[in-house]
């Protein structure tokens, strides 16, 4: 059997008919849905990198001046992204879920801005930012918490400031990293990560097993925000197609899986939700 994506044909249906006409959906959000809580996002229109691309598990647990300069910039960017709130697009969602339409929200997002809408059954496939956890004994910790360590060691750069960039980072250009401290685990004195899923570090089985049945469970699949072009959010779309399962995106600019839509949508999503 060929390993290529089968093409959907595309539908004239709406994206209210979509929902109407599907009892049960599977949703897949990406970054798109919080750049309206001020937490930018990756991908420009095109799916190109709008930045250098984000640092690797390999970089970040081999080097310490890559864990330094993570977390110099993180200390500066999470004093906003720990603050961001929901927007319209994630109470749609809410909303979607109250109805009983959703079989799973599987988000690509770290910021847990679903879940503080009062979204319930989502599963985080990258992770959360919220927390960190040790590498050695697998104890966590609140990044509120962490906060507080880093800035204990860190005074100086207290007041610094930088532009935001995606996922609690900052851009701090041209600053030199090489004195900044990085607080040891608590428990054991290993090493410290956040709770997330880099680049080059495998999404959790039960995560994608979890998406996996409850997509077979659905009748359709709606992705909000999303340009799929990371293969562990695309691989939910190959399945829907690979089983005859309509997708329908909301997400401006090009997705991996433009091929496989059954409708796209590209507009605002809190614009595109409003109906619900």
Known sequence: MSSQPIEVPTSAATLPEFVAMHRRLFVLTGAGCSTDSGIPDYRDINGGWKRPQPVT????VGELTTRQRYWARSLIGWRRFGRAQPNATHHALVRLEQQGKLTLLLTQNVDRLHQAAGSENVVDLHGRLDRVRCLTCEQRMLRTDFQAALLRLNPAWADLDAADAPDGDADLDGQDFSHFQVPPCPHCAGLLKPDVVFFGENVPRERVDAG??????????????????????????????????????VNIGHTRADPLLSIKIEQSRALALAFL
């Open 57 to 60: 598990y390999q970089a970040f």
């Open 212 to 249: 996996m049945q409850a997509l077979h469970d659905a009748d359709a699949m709606l992705v909000i925000g999303s340009s799929l072009m990371v293969y562990s959010g695309y691989r939910f779309a190959n399945a829907a197609a690979r089983t005859g399962k309509p997708i329908a995106a």
